[in-house]
């Protein structure tokens, strides 16, 4: 790549962020304000994507053991739905 289209890329980059900055109201909050926000909404997306997944992987979970359970296989009846079991069990 050429420097013209690197300059280019960083130009579309900054755009980006100014905009960011501009639709959420960031660009009037001191350096520290903006990472503090940042910080926070990085996390809230994490636990959000976490936790999403954990209930797609539960849900799919049931759906199987649904439909197995309609076709008489009795593979996924003694499945746990979201709770471990103990060493005892």
């Known amino acids: 790549m050429s420097k013209l289209s690197f300059s280019?890329?960083?130009?579309?980059?900054?755009?980006?962020?100014?905009?960011?900055?501009?639709?959420?109201?960031?660009y009037m909050l001191d350096w520290w304000e903006r990472y503090l926000?940042?910080?926070?909404?990085?996390?809230?997306l994490c636990v959000l994507c976490y936790n999403g997944s954990r209930f797609t992987v539960e849900s799919?979970?049931?759906l199987v053991w649904?439909?197995?359970?309609?076709?008489?296989?009795?593979?996924?009846m003694n499945m746990t739905m979201g709770h471990h079991r103990s060493p005892s069990d």
């Open 8 to 26: 280019r890329i960083g130009a579309w980059i900054r755009s980006k962020i100014f905009l960011y900055n501009v639709t959420y109201g960031l």
């Open 37 to 44: 926000f940042n910080t926070i909404m990085i996390l809230l």
């Open 66 to 76: 649904y439909f197995s359970a309609e076709t008489g296989k009795n593979n996924f």
């Open 60 to 62: 799919v979970k049931r």
